[in-house]
């Protein structure tokens, strides 16, 4: 097999006074960041469909980017020039884990027997390109969205026939992920959502999507898949209601139908800013609830309301998702490059910049945030704000869950008033931040 991107070296860490354009300036991976490899911390993905496929079509123009390499596109011989690209371009930038949909690893054929026939076989080679080096799988999915059989949902549809056609992708895609060894299987629910009340039973549709997860569950264990399943929150587009709005939303769903020992949740950038979240806000709630799984790395523009899927380039933000990502201890999953690169950057060389941009921004995100927890302003503050529970008698009642209303009433009674509310001190943390993040 030929080179395909033959004019980009090897990448390499220069540092951050480095002015090459093919070299990271933070991303060091064998740098030690608070006891461990930043390449361990940072556990990047090339996600196959922006990154091999799609080649900047829009509402209002075809590609701009030619993603042929060297083939006709739409055949096998395109898919397995596919895979040539995506392992030169994931050893070229030291990339370990891909995360795929099943369409976006073979051209769908009219019959889902055949397609199934072209993913075994794709899948062989992914499997010998992936022999003898350390590339892995870090997901896979099914495309339940793109096929007009889908218009009314998958999980969701109106039409049994169209749900069995959902079941038979989920499997195939279990089956696969399987055998490339994933660690993970995401659910994104595209069309899982509705557009008015005035043709939709909501109830109904979402019992018939927790019997599809639940049938996933019980298969994917049965063959052998001991990772976590994902559920990836996403507040609209393309369905103006998503069942799967936030990750609030996406936990209460998995509690309610007993989901939630097999399932964790893939937080994007991108869906949390479109849900009015913060990144951070959405990685919080998903640790707390001991459901942080998987990160979908990208950024939005706060001026466009939909999906930009943009490479990350903000570092406050990348330094808040890894402040999270270090008080949870890590992620069982990774980070999972769900962006592409702009219309009109349509050349090989600027793939590579995108994805140097990005895991250089995680990479400065994790060293700034690991600053932050040595530093300990923000931690300490965050712990003495709450002290009048842990160092008071009454708060420790409180906290014992022994108090009972009446008697906090009287204790209240007998207080007179309370001088015991400080400040949050929002501004001078902020500052904090901005010492840190620019020292
Ligand atoms: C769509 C999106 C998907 C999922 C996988 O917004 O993020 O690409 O990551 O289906
Ligand atoms: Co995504």
Redesign the pocket.
């Known amino acids: 097999m030929s080179e395909i991107f033959k004019n980009i070296p090897v990448i390499k860490y220069e540092g951050k006074d480095s002015k090459n354009p093919f070299a990271f300036k933070f991303y060091n991976p064998d740098q030690v960041v608070l006891g461990k490899k930043m390449s361990e911390h940072l556990p990047f993905a090339m996600a196959w469909?922006h990154n091999l496929c799609a080649g900047g079509t829009d509402m209002f123009g075809r590609d701009t980017a030619d993603k042929s390499f060297g083939t006709e596109k739409a055949t096998m011989e395109h898919a397995k020039a596919k895979v040539d690209a995506g392992f030169e371009f994931m050893q070229k930038l030291g990339i370990k884990y891909f995360c795929f949909?099943d369409v976006d690893i073979v051209p769908e054929a009219d019959d889902i027997k055949e397609t199934n026939r072209r993913l075994d076989e794709i899948t062989d080679y992914i499997l010998e390109k992936m022999n003898g080096t350390d590339i892995k799988c870090l997901w896979g999915?099914a495309?339940m969205f793109s096929n007009p059989r889908f218009m009314n949902g998958a999980g969701s549809t109106n039409s049994a026939e169209v749900y069995c056609f959902a079941a038979a992708q989920i499997k195939k895609a279990l089956e696969l992920t399987v055998k490339l060894g994933g660690k993970g299987y995401?659910f994104?629910g595209?069309r899982e959502g509705y557009e008015t009340l005035l043709n939709t039973d909501v109830k109904f549709e979402q019992e018939n999507i927790a019997r599809l997860m639940k049938m996933a569950v019980e298969y994917g264990r049965s063959i052998g898949f001991t990772g976590d399943f994902y559920i990836?929150p996403?507040p609209k587009e393309p369905m103006k209601h998503q069942y799967d709005f936030d990750a609030a939303t996406a936990i209460g769903f998995l509690r309610q139908y007993g989901l939630d020992k097999d399932f964790k949740m893939n937080i994007?950038a991108n869906?949390a800013t479109l849900a009015g979240h913060t990144f951070q806000h959405e990685l919080r709630i998903s640790a707390i609830n001991g459901m942080l799984g998987s990160i979908?790395a990208n950024q939005g523009d706060y001026l466009l309301g939909w999906?930009t899927d943009e490479f990350p380039f903000d570092v406050y933000e990348a330094t808040l998702c890894m402040y999270e990502v270090l008080k949870a201890g890590g992620l069982t999953g990774g980070f999972n490059f769900?962006a592409k690169n702009r219309r009109p950057s349509n050349t090989f060389d600027d793939m590579f910049h995108a994805y140097i941009l990005g895991m250089d921004t995680f990479a400065l995100g994790l060293l700034k945030a690991a600053a932050i927890i040595e530093d300990g302003r923000i931690d300490d503050f965050i712990k003495n704000k709450y002290s009048s529970f842990n160092d008071t008698e009454i708060g420790k009642k409180i906290l014992s869950g022994s108090a009972t209303l009446s008697e906090l009433a009287a204790f209240a009674e007998n207080l007179g008033d309370t001088k015991n509310v400080q400040s949050g001190r929002q501004e001078y943390l902020e500052s904090v931040m901005n010492s840190i993040l620019f020292s």
């Open positions: 469909w949909h999915t495309n995401v994104w595209g990836e996403k994007e869906h979908d999906d769900d």
